[in-house]
């Protein structure tokens, strides 16, 4: 007596409901994109569930992000931990290692970010802005008071000794020291407050200059323990960046209507895609899942 392939008719058919139907399901949450309308009256599930309430799943994505992924509290704990700081501290050591043998100058380093105008505009800047600091700074200070008492105080010591000396100038010069000291702090303080920005400019100039064209290596030989203190410096920066200054930042930077202002803009086609490209396994799992209950639910009906 032959297999009786009727058995399998139920389980067969129920596989293909299962699987139908849940592929159907699944492709009703997208589609389709737009109501339908049969004599003015909307078809039942138009559109798909995601189209119709794309608004809703946009704030509702845009708030869980900015509450619960990108809130300070997880950014901090990733960006602060341990790994993220020893990548900071290799990048910094690898950046380090590959300008010590580095034979561009300082320049020419440069040039890579900026152009030569822009090069020479910083140069300009900061010299003249150092320039006028130094000079305001010496204009009013006591500067010529002291350079006019070390003078006389010169010149009283040297006419001490010798002949001068023996004759009494140094006791007479004694007498005239302070009406001269005055006098000399006045012509020096006057020479300060007319020439001290002019010189200062043109010796920075020209170090400024000079640093330009030095090459990379040159300027780091010799200095690995400056370049430790600087690697601190930056590590301590990029801490009180992200401990101080992140909090203002996230504030300043609404994630929430990021989030849900880029999903509204996406169409419907994207964002199919988009979630069809996470999800795809899973919701063919569904699919089969169906398909299997489907089998389980004709083989019972068949057999009972």
């Known amino acids: ?21 849940n592929d159907l399901a699944i492709r009703m949450m997208f589609r389709p994109h737009q109501a339908k309308y049969v004599f003015g009256i909307r078809v039942p599930f138009t559109p798909g569930i995601v189209p119709k309430e794309k608004h809703r799943i946009a704030e509702s994505i845009g708030a869980a992000i900015s509450e619960n992924l990108m809130n300070r509290e997880v950014l901090e704990k990733s ?41 020479d505009k910083i140069k300009d800047d900061t ?38 000396g023996f004759l009494g100038a140094d006791k007479m010069m004694s007498h005239m020291a302070d009406a001269a000291e005055k006098l000399l702090t006045k012509h020096v303080n006057q020479i300060i407050a007319n020439n001290s920005e ?6 920075v100039d020209k170090e400024a200059t000079t640093l330009l064209q030095t090459p990379v290596c040159q300027l780091l030989d010799g200095h690995d ?15 009180a960046v992200i401990t101080e ?31 069809f490209g996470v999800i795809k396994k899973e919701l063919r799992a569904i699919v089969w899942l169906g398909a299997l209950l489907g089998a389980v639910i004709g083989t019972v009906n068949t057999l009972f």
Do not use: W
């Open 127 to 164: 010299c003249a802005e150092f320039a006028t600091q130094m000079h305001t700074r010496l204009d009013s200070s006591n500067l010529g008071d002291m350079i006019s008492h070390a003078v006389m105080q010169h010149v009283i010591e040297k006419m001490s000794g010798g002949v001068m």
């Open 225 to 239: 323990h400056q370049i430790d203190q600087l690697k601190q410096v930056v590590m301590n920066i990029y801490h």
């Open 245 to 275: 200054h992140l909090p203002r930042i996230l504030a300043t930077i609404d994630i929430n209507s990021i989030v849900r202002d880029r999903i509204n803009e996406m169409d419907m086609d994207e964002t199919e895609r988009i979630i």
């Open 1 to 21: 007596m032959g297999f009786d392939f009727t058995l399998l008719l139920g389980p067969v058919i129920g596989a293909a409901i299962g699987y139908i139907t």
């Open 79 to 119: 960006l602060l931990s341990q790994e993220m700081m020893r990548k900071l501290n290799d990048s910094f050591d690898e950046l380090m290692t590959a300008q010590k043998s580095n034979t561009d100058t300082v320049r020419q380093l440069l040039a890579r970010f900026l152009n030569e105008d822009e090069i």
């Open 198 to 203: 002019q010189l200062i400019t043109r010796l």
